[in-house]
């Protein structure tokens, strides 16, 4: 399998809807994406993968494609146990973390996700609940989180560090738009499997479908990090360990917010616009500032600001089929040295610039922060890194 790696593993699954699957109604394969997206972004911890093969999921070639690829990628570049299975379940296992291993099975609209954790005194049951506010499903806000945990001797327990809070938020506030349907909560049991007991988180997570992919992207939720969320959540309340006389409200307020896109620059504000300089290098009051763009395949320098990059930029970086899709001008980064800030601006692309999950098409320049995830046209990942000396 030479010139399959992990990259291509990583190319891949930044990419939900190439794991479409089914005949007439295609959805979100959850047991092909899931395990997959763990080799990529949590390879350290996956000691093998299961997932269905084309005919038992009636996969389209490109999920077979991709599943196969990055299948035989985690196989023999990271050692990584990799098979097909029968059905529609997949399956990985754990190692070097309190996880064991996971269990995904996809049914017709949603999928089922159970952890397996060690049982032991520190094992908990119950369940963390999202209440909302909204009766339409578009204006739906997280309003609490209700923590009602109980440990092997029945006292409850409250979760008080602020990670595990936050990926709980993060967490719901994905999938709030499906609450109606499924994923209120996330359970936990103590469950005897084969003779042997385990606790186990269960998670219910709708399977999207183009539209509604689409429509995520719209809103600024980046499903594709689903995986990792529920791998930190269900390894934050095995570790969980403080208890309180009653069970725990968690209000919004007291979890860390996500990050909010940054605001629109209308029309009337162009005069206000910051002063953006072209000489290279480029010196700030403070310091002498650098940046590329790291993608999966390689790294993009910026020798000059403003630069402008279009299609011929990442015609090595990506396959032919997918090339086109971006403009030959289709975006700008561009850098204030009186405020020493970076800005972004989409030049009219076809298919838009999207910047941590937001499409940035006609709200001229946007302020860039070091690490920010810049997609054109949704089909190559650039992560932004800048550095001062």
């Not at 003779?195 to 594709?224: C, M, S, W």
């Amino acid at each position: 399998m030479k010139g399959v790696d992990l990259d291509e593993v990583n190319e891949l699954v930044e990419h939900p809807e190439y794991f479409l699957t089914g005949t007439l109604s295609k959805q979100l394969a959850w047991s092909i994406y899931f395990p997959l997206r763990l080799v990529a972004k949590k390879n350290e911890y996956v000691q093998s993968l299961k997932i269905p093969s084309i005919a038992d999921h009636k996969a389209s070639g490109l999920a077979s494609a991709a599943g196969t690829i990055a299948g035989l990628a985690a196989a023999f570049t990271l050692g990584v146990g990799f098979k097909y299975t029968k059905g529609t379940d997949g399956f990985i296992t754990f190692k070097d973390c309190p996880l064991i291993a996971a269990k995904i099975i996809d049914y017709d609209g949603y999928s089922k996700v159970h952890v397996f954790l060690p049982y032991n005194e520190n094992s908990k049951t119950g369940e963390i609940r999202m209440k909302t506010k909204g009766f339409y499903w578009k204006n739906k806000t997280l309003s609490s989180i209700e923590i009602e945990l109980k440990d092997a001797k029945k006292t409850k327990v409250n979760i008080t560090d602020e990670k595990l809070l936050s990926n709980i938020r993060e967490f719901f506030d994905l999938i709030i738009y499906w609450s109606s349907v499924a994923g209120k909560e996330i359970k936990v049991t103590v469950e005897d499997v084969k003779g042997k007991k385990y606790n186990i988180a269960h998670f219910t997570l709708v399977r999207p479908g183009k539209k509604g992919l689409d429509f995520l992207i719209e809103q600024g939720k980046d499903v594709r990090k689903i995986p990792e969320l529920v791998f930190e959540i269900s390894k934050g309340i095995y570790e969980t360990h403080s208890v309180s006389a009653t069970g725990a409200v968690v209000t919004p307020a007291a979890i860390p917010p996500k990050p909010i896109p940054q605001p629109q620059v209308s029309s009337a504000q162009e005069l206000a616009q910051p002063n953006l300089t072209t000489a290279t290098p480029l010196v700030s009051k403070a310091a002498r500032v650098s940046a590329q763009l790291q993608a999966p395949r390689g790294t993009i320098p910026i020798a000059s600001f403003p630069q402008t990059f279009g299609r011929e930029d990442f015609r090595q970086l990506l396959p032919p089929q997918l090339i086109n899709l971006v403009s030959r001008r289709h975006f700008m980064i561009s850098y204030d040295p009186e405020q020493n800030t970076f800005y972004i601006q989409d030049l009219n692309s076809t298919n838009g610039t999207y910047v941590n999950g937001v499409d940035i098409r006609g709200k001229g320049l946007v302020p860039l922060k070091n690490g920010d995830l810049i997609v054109p046209a949704n089909v190559i990942p650039l992560k932004f890194v800048t550095s001062s000396s």
